[in-house]
């Protein structure tokens, strides 16, 4: 790779890590392009140049992060179905919320970008505005769909529509945890700021699972 293209790449990356830290604080219709630029340190013209529009900006922001982490999450699904069919019995429930659960705890954790765009999706899911939901449900829901075939499978006794909700339920749950890690400090007074991901995922995987078996 030549000089031009490395220079241009670290361009486009730091318009992406400017993007997403203030969409996560401002929200996407708060934020200005203006003020992406001025964080990112680059001028209107490279963001024209990259992405086009504010809307192919945030759609690179959102399949920056959700991509790998869905590959992670796709594989993890595929090991708990492998590890069934081997067996030669059904999915374990609890494994299959363990693996979309997990790798998205863990994956928070892997820098501090990963803890902004959790934080900006999960805001997006109260915005009036619905342009970020569309862009994120449009790379999730393949993978939603793959762990409610999972999910069916797992407890054939139980209607697929209620599962569906039951996911819905475990989503929400997901999202709300995700912005309690990121803000307990400032809006949680007493509670501790040291559960790491692990800790987490052993207090919500029961809680989940149990929902998702309940008659």
């Not at 809307?55 to 992670?72: F, G, H, S, W």
């Not at 299959?96 to 899911?125: C, K, N, Y």
């Not at 400032?186 to 559960?195: A, I, W």
Request: with cysteine; hydrophobic share 40%.
């Amino acid at each position: 790779m030549n000089k031009t293209s490395e220079t241009q790449q670290d361009t486009k990356e730091r318009i992406l890590d400017a993007a997403e830290y203030l969409f996560a604080r401002e929200g996407y219709r708060g934020t200005s392009l203006r003020s992406i630029t001025s964080r990112a340190k680059v001028n209107l013209a490279a963001v024209n140049y990259h992405f086009g529009t504010k809307k192919n900006l945030v759609e690179d922001v959102i399949k920056r992060r959700i991509l790998p982490l869905n590959a992670i999450r796709n594989e993890k699904i595929d090991q708990v179905i492998s590890a069934a069919e081997g067996k030669g019995k059904r999915p374990d429930i609890k494994a299959v919320m363990a693996a979309f659960i997990e790798p998205t705890l863990l994956f928070r954790e892997s820098g501090p970008g990963a803890e902004h765009f959790f934080t900006f999706i999960g805001r997006s899911f109260t915005d009036p505005d619905n342009t970020v939901r569309q862009v994120f449900l449009k790379y999730i829901m393949p993978l939603f769909n793959k762990l409610l075939e999972t999910a069916s499978d797992a407890l054939p006794n139980h209607p697929q529509d209620i599962l569906f909700w039951r996911l819905h339920f475990t989503l929400g749950a997901l999202f709300h945890t995700l912005h309690v890690c990121s803000n307990v400090k400032n809006e949680f007074q007493g509670m501790t700021d040291k559960m790491d991901g692990n800790k987490i995922i052993n207090l919500i995987l029961p809680y989940v699972t149990a929902g998702m078996k309940a008659k």
